[in-house]
């Protein structure tokens, strides 16, 4: 059975970072593709980065280009998402999801999710 589990998330001024990270069990994790996505409150879920297996690719949605920043730690089954100059639309819970399938443009989840963490952007 996959657990997902993520911590990092907690309120922010406008313009601050966080660090998320998302440790993962049951799977084969130097193997797989990971992502990240959120949910803000009334929107549906987005995709916000994903790393190929090798962690050599990423991929981001033009809004996170610059800003975020994905990378997996294969020793530690761990994946990361570095966020810098965040804003107050960057509000929402944030979830991993684990060994979905992965391509330079895009990110196909996977059903291993975590329970999510709360990231809050005050302006």
């Known amino acids: 059975q996959v657990q997902v589990v993520e911590e990092g998330g907690g309120l922010v001024q406008n313009g601050g970072s966080l660090r998320l990270s998302c440790s993962v069990s049951?799977?084969?994790?130097?193997?797989?593709?990971m992502g990240w996505f959120r949910r803000a409150p009334g929107k549906e879920r987005e995709l916000v980065a994903a790393v190929s297996w090798n962690g050599v690719s990423t991929y981001y949605p033009d809004p996170m280009k610059g800003r975020f920043t994905i990378s997996k730690d294969d020793a530690e089954s761990t994946v990361y998402l570095q966020m810098d100059n965040l804003k107050p639309e960057d509000t929402a819970l944030y979830y991993c999801n684990a060994g979905g399938v992965y391509s330079t443009s895009f990110y196909s989840p996977s059903d291993s999710w975590g329970q999510g963490t709360q990231v809050t952007v005050s302006s």
């Open positions: 049951g799977l084969t994790f130097s193997r797989k593709p």
